[in-house]
């Protein structure tokens, strides 16, 4: 079932396509040949489907671009902030698991630091805070009986309060509920698409998001919609 999600619109649409197809040679050798920051994502892969030269962002991980290329990730409890800004023409993902912890090595997995790493690796792309806009995703209630320990919402509450602190206003949101969902935002445009996969083996999902495993939920997982939002 399609829905339409706030601050977008109702159809899906494919971006305008680059780097797998039009006869333009693929960028991925030189993408994957430079090199990485701590907790930077590096997964490149050519997307079929949309024909895009793109980056899986595992748990724990960011990136950002300045390049028509796609940043993806799949999501459980964990939040996906998608940061853009529009006169810099440059965005960026990030993946956290829970909301605080301490930095350094893996402190990617917290909401506090992974924040931190988007908007600093932002601000050096040339963005600026006052042009920023969030789009925010994940959150989901995965597991049943793991409601007391909400996750889920705890991330969705950290991530929201942190972008209203930093002002940076959230454009369009897909959070919580039970459904886990794979992202794809494309950092040039600022556009993101959801889809919301079959809720068919929820502590699968949540193994293998914990294992930062993206690659085994994605082909364990299917169905749902994508939306253009």
């Given at each position: 079932m399609n829905v339409t999600l706030p601050?977008?619109?109702?159809?899906?649409?494919?971006p305008q396509r680059h780097g797998v197809s039009g006869g333009r040679v693929s960028r991925?050798?030189?993408?994957?040949?430079?090199?990485?920051?701590?907790?930077?994502?590096?997964?490149?892969?050519?997307?079929?489907?949309?024909q895009y030269d793109?980056?899986?962002?595992?748990?724990?991980?960011?990136?950002?671009?300045?390049e028509d290329m796609m940043v993806m990730t799949v999501l459980?409890?964990?939040?996906?902030?998608?940061?853009?800004?529009?006169?810099a023409r440059a965005g960026g993902m990030n993946h956290f698991m829970l909301p605080?912890?301490?930095?350094?090595?893996?402190g990617g997995r917290y909401g506090s630091y992974a924040m931190e790493l988007l908007i600093n690796k932002l601000l050096k792309c040339g963005a600026r805070r006052e042009t920023m806009q969030a789009k925010v995703f994940g959150?989901?209630?995965?597991?049943?009986?793991?409601?007391?320990?909400n996750v889920g919402e705890?991330?969705?509450?950290?991530?929201?309060?942190?972008?209203?602190?930093?002002?940076?206003?959230v454009v369009s949101q897909d959070v919580l509920d039970i459904h886990p969902r794979k992202v794809c935002f494309f950092p040039v445009s600022g556009k993101a698409l959801v889809k919301r996969l079959a809720h068919a083996h929820p502590e699968?999902?949540?193994?293998?998001?914990?294992?930062?495993?993206?690659?085994?939920?994605?082909r364990s997982t299917a169905g749902g919609s994508i939306d253009l939002f």
């Open positions: 601050g977008g619109a109702s159809s899906f649409s494919s991925l050798a030189e993408l994957k040949s430079m090199p990485r920051g701590p907790g930077e994502a590096s997964f490149f892969y050519s997307d079929h489907h949309f793109a980056v899986k962002v595992l748990p724990g991980e960011y990136f950002v671009s300045s459980g409890s964990c939040i996906a902030a998608c940061i853009w800004d529009g006169r605080d912890g301490e930095g350094g090595e893996g959150g989901a209630q995965v597991m049943a009986g793991f409601t007391s320990m705890r991330n969705t509450k950290f991530v929201l309060e942190y972008l209203s602190t930093e002002r940076i206003p699968s999902l949540a193994v293998e998001e914990r294992k930062g495993n993206v690659v085994s939920v994605v």
